[in-house]
Structures are given as C-alpha cells and as structure tokens.
C-alpha cells in the first residue's frame, strides 16, 4: 500500500448503528487529520493530530470520536448520527514541522445515515 | 470567523483560453495551499505558498500569493480538457494546525 489509505469505502448506517473508519498512511508523516466534505458546505476540518496527541477539535459533535493508536492509523468511531452527517469522510496525512505542510488526502469513505 | 472564498464557484471555458480563479481570505496568513479534486476522487497538492509575493508554476496552471491583499490567483494558461476538475485553496492560519478550505472552483474545460 502506499500513500493514504481508508476503509471501507462507502458506508450505510441507521442512527442507532455505531460504526468505524479507518485510515492509514504508509509515508512517514506525523500529522493526520479527518475532514469532511458535504455538498453544501466547503471541506471542513474535524479533528488534527500532531505526534498522536489531539490538538484541535473544530467544535464536532460528540457523536464522532477519533483514535489515533500510533502514528500511521487514525480511527473515526461513529455512534448514533443524523441523517445530516452523511457526507464524504476524508482522512489526510502531513509532516509537521518542516515548513509547509502539504497534506496528502486519502480516497474517502462515503457515508450515507438512514 | 475566519472566511475563505473563491471566484468564481463555476467556471466553463472553452480549450486555448486563459483564465484566473481568485482566492480571497479574511485574515492574516502567509501560508496558502492550491489543491485540485478530480469528480469522485480525493483532493491532490497543487501548490504551496508560503510568503508574500510567492509565485509558483506547473505546467499551464499558475498560482501566486499576496499576503497584503489576502489574495491568491491560480491562473490557466491555454486551458486543456485535462484540466476540468474542481480547485480548492485553503489557508493555513495556525501553521499545519488548522486549515479553512474554500468552497471550491468547479472548472469544464471544453473542446
């Protein structure tokens, strides 16, 4: 595998459903975040980690929790969500600290809540 | 609430034609970041700049920055039908802490 990789790929979900998503990155890097994009609204970031420590948390709603184990893997648990989170999940990766940091997307999970 | 808009949100143009997507911002920032998603796909790195007066080329898509103005152009020269896709600019304002994507440039590069 190489670069940014996430499962699965498309998800359908009722709102009393608790789900996962997950993402890897396969270059090195010591950032990643997750972002979401719906058709109505710019991308928006949802959560950053720096060195597996959380440093920002773009006011999300309780209902999404992330996990980042280690370095290279980063979670999203999901746990009864409205029909208005459905939307395209996208997990990123970056070096921080080198000057600019470039992040590099995963494919995305599309979520649909029922 | 920081604020990032694009101009203009579509754009058709025909193939051989020049044009310019204007990314403006409402607060302070020298980091500014050009990424390109093609339909149904995910975002990919375009540019990056990161002072005032920053000028970056790649092929037919040229982009700069101007800190002052809080303003960043990426410019099409001589468009191709390769280059349909939708551009994003997004400003870093707490160096790779925070991103604020714009709402996207939706570009139909005609034969």
């Known amino acids: 595998e190489t670069g940014v990789t996430q499962t699965p790929r498309h998800l359908v979900m009722g709102m009393t459903n608790k789900k996962s998503l997950k993402c890897e990155q396969h270059?090195?890097?010591?950032?990643m975040y997750w972002y979401k994009q719906s058709a109505k609204k710019p991308l928006e970031l949802m959560f950053v980690?720096?060195?597996?420590?959380?440093?920002e948390n773009n006011s999300v709603p309780s209902r999404f929790s992330p996990e980042c184990p280690n370095s290279s893997h980063l979670f999203l648990h999901l746990h009864t969500l409205q029909p208005e989170d459905s939307a395209l999940y996208l997990c990123?990766?970056?070096?921080f600290g080198q000057g600019a940091e470039t992040q590099y997307f995963g494919p995305g999970t599309r979520l649909l809540v029922l | 609430e920081l604020k990032v808009e694009q101009n203009p949100l579509f754009l058709s143009m025909q193939e051989g034609k020049n044009y310019t997507i204007y990314c403006n911002y409402s607060t302070t920032s020298d980091r500014l970041y050009w990424y390109r998603q093609d339909p149904g796909k995910s975002l990919e790195s375009l540019f990056v700049l990161l002072s005032n007066g920053a000028v970056k080329q790649e092929g037919r898509l040229m982009a700069s920055l101007d800190t002052k103005a809080r303003l960043s152009t990426l410019h099409i020269t001589a468009a191709v039908h390769d280059l349909s896709a939708t551009y994003f600019c997004?400003?870093?304002?707490?160096?790779?802490?925070?991103?604020?994507f714009g709402p996207g440039t939706r570009l139909s590069v005609l034969p």
């Open positions: 270059l090195g890097h010591n950032a």
């Open positions: 980690y720096n060195f597996k420590e959380q440093t």
């Open positions: 997004a400003v870093d304002i707490t160096y790779g802490q925070n991103f604020v």
């Open positions: 990123a990766s970056s070096q």
